[in-house]
């Protein structure tokens, strides 16, 4: 009998080693939760890129939007647990979600194989061109007077663009009303067309309508300025420090993902942003890229950790204002 279990489990492990050599042997999906166009699409399709051509098999991008992201990612968690479905997450979907549902068919910390960090995203605050205010002070006496008739646009509850004009309103003191959209592209085509006011935005959404006069960007919410819009000054030289935020973009495996297919991933992903061209990418979308000691998936299982651990409170009492 002994005898029996230790050849099965010699057997497991020879399959699992095996599977590792040959991973990936077909094409793999990477669940992208939100609405194509975005950021949260353009970051997932630059990941697919790399482990496609590290790993030498097509990675699909399927996006599958709804609830703010929490469709896709649950949808990526109850997937077989083999490396042929992956989730493109962040910050909402990822460690604001607990806060914001209180069934949320998924634990992020408990149900999910951490692949490894991307890049975080500072947002932007992107206002339609015709509301009267160039500067955060003027956007807020604006949105106090006329918080009857304010739309904000976001990606539904839990997405960055909701948790970012969270906390802005939260800090303004507003309940505008909160327009819900499967992702920021579609809330950006709604600002342009004048049917919402603003949004709350990693900066590559807003970015190109930034640069063309069509959206204006009052604020960057976070310490630093970003070098692709220098003019734009931050939430903190303006007074406002509560408006700080920069989610993270990360790679995750369902639950039970063998570990040597994950170390696989996590050394394309890994070398996919050490590549010039990449960096250059992210770069010129306005994304702070993984330093390699804040890459692979310890150190994002410990981010998704304290990320919760730091939102759960902060999303809380902003949305009990
Ligand atoms: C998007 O990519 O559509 C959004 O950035 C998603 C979000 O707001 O979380």
Known sequence: MKRLVYSLALLALTVTGAQAQTYPTR???????FAP???????GRIVADI?????????????VGGAGGTTGSLRAARAAPDGYTLVSGHMGTHAAAPALYP??????????????????QPELLAVRKEIP????????????????????????????????????????GIKPTMVPFTGTAPVMNAILAGNVDYDCDPILGPLPHVRAGTVKALAIASKKRSPLLPDVPT????????????????????????????DRLAEALNKGLDEPAVQKRLADLGADIAEP??????????????EVARLTPILKAASAK
């Open 293 to 306: 000691n804040r890459r692979g998936p310890k150190a994002l299982a410990d981010l998704v950790k304290s």
């Open 51 to 63: 482990f496609a051509r590290h790993l030498g098999q097509q990675f699909v991008v399927e996006n």
């Open 133 to 172: 205010a160039n500067k955060l002070k003027e956007f807020v006496a604006y949105a106090k007077a006329n918080e009857g008739k304010l739309n904000m646009g976001h990606a539904g509850v839990g997405s960055v663009s909701y948790v970012g004009c969270l906390l802005l309103n939260s800090a303004i």
């Open 103 to 120: 069934n949320l068919g998924y634990n992020p910390e408990t149900d999910f194989e951490p692949v490894g960090l991307i890049a975080e």
């Open 27 to 33: 094409s793999a999906t990477v669940i992208v939760p």
């Open 37 to 43: 166009g975005g950021p949260a699409d353009i970051t």
């Open 235 to 262: 939430s903190f030289e303006q007074g406002l420090p509560e408006f700080d935020c920069a989610p993270f973009y990360a790679v995750f495996a369902p639950k039970g993902t063998p570990k040597d297919v994950i």
